[in-house]
């Protein structure tokens, strides 16, 4: 029997079609965000998971706040004396690194994607800030934010969808697991009801929503991590992020990992649940990512992730097995 083909519509074939070229995310990091779960408004020290310096690759690269290093915004911060240099962190990460893709890539179109920490959590005003200098950057068509679906408010969901209106703006939001015992155990800070509810709000903005979801969080078992992704899909998703758990150093997965209580997910139990992922998919989802191999010094497990060429021969090998074109 011929073996059915099952076409994926990844991020660049629909930006490909949606902008006539494709789309090139350039990903930035603002020193003075934070997350509530690390500020001790909802929870404290942060996901078990999270180590932000691995996580934000630019940051580094930026000019950062020296002078006051402990300088975070919150939801009800009442000024940011610091709004004029993080425009500037804002516009040296996007032109180095749009620099870099012209020239590697020949990319033509760019889309913002507020990266690290929570993209939201900040006053109104500086979020208008951040962001309408980001869309006055040459060939950018739309912003990509980042944020946990308890540090947004009504009021930014009806500014970003004023914006709308001009470009294309999308919400990312980290799902992670429906699970409320796999949220408490890794520290998340709220619920999957308070997910559903902002999700449930952003597309009724008339905003896109990218949901992130990691498979082989603690106690987790297969058949839960795809009832979060069935979850998911029920949502009324318009784009799904993959990748598995890592362990990183100076973080408390690190010591659940040193004491033999979380042992981290295989490579081919990813690649099973991701190729099921797939096949399941409805057409009109976009597939954003499905692996992120990390190259970095401070990660303790697994291993097989540090290869990311090597994870994707083996994703394509199982792909081409399953019909599943990526």
Not at 68 to 92: A, I, R, T, W
Request: hydrophobic share 35%; with cysteine; aromatic share 12%.
């Amino acid at each position: 029997m011929e073996l059915l083909l099952k076409k994926i519509m990844t991020f660049g074939r629909y930006t490909k079609k949606q902008f006539g070229t494709r789309v090139f995310k350039v990903p930035i990091s603002i020193s003075g965000f934070t997350c509530p779960n690390i500020d001790g408004t909802t929870a404290v020290g942060g996901c078990t998971f999270c180590e932000n310096d691995s996580f934000s690759p630019n940051l580094g690269k930026a000019q950062p706040l020296d002078h006051n290093k402990k300088f975070y915004l919150n939801l009800k911060s009442e000024s940011n004396p610091h709004l004029e240099l993080q425009l500037k962190q804002l516009e040296q990460q996007f032109t180095n690194l749009s620099n870099q893709q012209r020239k590697k890539f020949g990319a033509k179109k760019f889309m913002v994607y507020f990266q690290s920490f929570t993209n939201t959590y900040a006053p109104l005003e500086t979020l208008k800030a951040l962001y309408e200098k980001a869309l006055s950057f040459p060939d950018v068509v739309g912003l990509s934010i980042g944020t946990r679906s308890d540090s947004i408010t009504q009021e930014t969901l009806d500014y970003l969808a004023e914006l709308n209106k001009e470009k294309e703006i999308w919400v990312e939001f980290g799902i992670q697991s429906v699970y409320d015992e796999t949220l408490l155990r890794i520290n998340r800070g709220h619920d999957a009801a308070n997910v559903h509810e902002w999700i449930v709000k952003t597309k009724k903005a008339g905003l896109k929503v990218c949901g992130h979801l990691i498979y082989g969080l603690p106690g987790e078992t297969k058949e839960m991590m795809l009832e979060t992704y069935h979850k998911s899909i029920q949502w009324d998703l318009d784009s799904l992020k993959f990748h598995s758990l890592y362990v990183m150093k100076k973080t408390a997965l690190a010591n659940e990992y040193a004491k033999g209580d979380f042992t981290p997910i295989d490579e081919e139990t990813y690649i099973d649940l991701l190729a099921y992922s797939l096949k399941m998919l409805p057409k009109h989802i976009i597939v954003q990512r499905i692996s992120a191999g990390i190259d970095d010094p401070n990660l303790l497990a697994p291993m097989w992730s540090t290869d990311k060429n090597k994870q994707f021969r083996n994703l394509r090998k199982r792909f081409k097995e399953e019909g599943i074109i990526y």
